[in-house]
């Protein structure tokens, strides 16, 4: 067990919907990372948190926005959804001490578009 | 920017042979690399990392890596594999210094242990 927490675990949506997905980082982590596993993009870092700031962003769509809150959980908001963001998508977290700490990954967030 | 390649995307062996995954990495300044491991239907899985030293690196189950800067690789490899290490093995990176604490993924390799 990470002690990185998401949820829903799977979710199934239509089609032009707007869902969001729920992360906790480990117990004093202040970096959140959203990361999108597809089968023909493999992993790809979305975005990047710390303490409540936009620290990074990587190949998020304009239809898709995140957030960490005072209390350090994260959402990940995905709108106007289409087939292809039928994906794992995956949260992580860090304790920002330096660049040599790794990642520690939740258990992902299985997003289904019909 | 920072990049890792993973050369095979399949690797199979026979239980009890040597197992080697390959991983070369691309950085502009000194590399922070890592590799994960994920079981079906889970996350990620840390095992290891470099961040300088010793550029032989053991870690989680047996596992090890060997960091060679000169051909700019990060080889994971196990002794002796089993069946239960049958799973997707990612190589990733960061770079030093960086802004940022993002790793950059490879592309993954599918470990398959035959009994």
């Known amino acids: 067990d990470s002690g990185v927490t998401q949820t829903p675990k799977h979710l199934i949506t239509a089609t032009g919907q707007r869902v969001t997905l729920r992360c906790s980082p480990r117990s004093g982590d202040l970096s959140v990372y959203w990361y999108q596993q597809s089968l023909d993009q493999g992993l790809q870092f979305l975005i990047q948190?710390?303490?409540?700031?936009?620290?990074a962003k990587g190949n998020i769509l304009e239809r898709f926005s995140a957030q960490q809150f005072p209390d350090l959980h994260s959402e990940l908001n995905l709108s106007s959804l289409e087939l292809g963001d039928s994906a794992l998508y995956f949260c992580?977290?860090?304790?920002?001490?330096?660049?040599?700490?790794?990642?520690?990954f939740g258990e992902g967030s299985r997003l289904t578009v019909l | 920017a920072q990049s890792v390649a993973q050369p095979e995307d399949q690797v199979n062996v026979a239980e009890g042979n040597p197992l080697t995954v390959k991983c070369t990495y691309s950085v502009s300044g000194n590399p922070y690399l890592f590799w994960y491991v994920q079981y079906p239907n889970r996350g990620l899985q840390f095992l290891l990392k470099?961040?300088?030293?010793?550029?032989l690196v053991k870690g989680s189950y047996g596992f090890e890596a060997e960091f060679n800067k000169s051909q700019t690789s990060f080889h994971l490899k196990k002794p002796s594999a089993l069946v239960s290490d049958s799973a997707l093995y990612f190589c990733a990176v960061r770079d030093s210094p960086s802004n940022d604490y993002k790793l950059s993924f490879g592309a993954g390799t599918t470990v398959t242990v035959r009994a």
């Open positions: 948190y710390y303490n409540g700031e936009e620290r």
């Open positions: 992580a977290s860090s304790t920002y001490r330096g660049g040599t700490g790794e990642l520690f």
């Open positions: 470099y961040i300088t030293g010793d550029n």
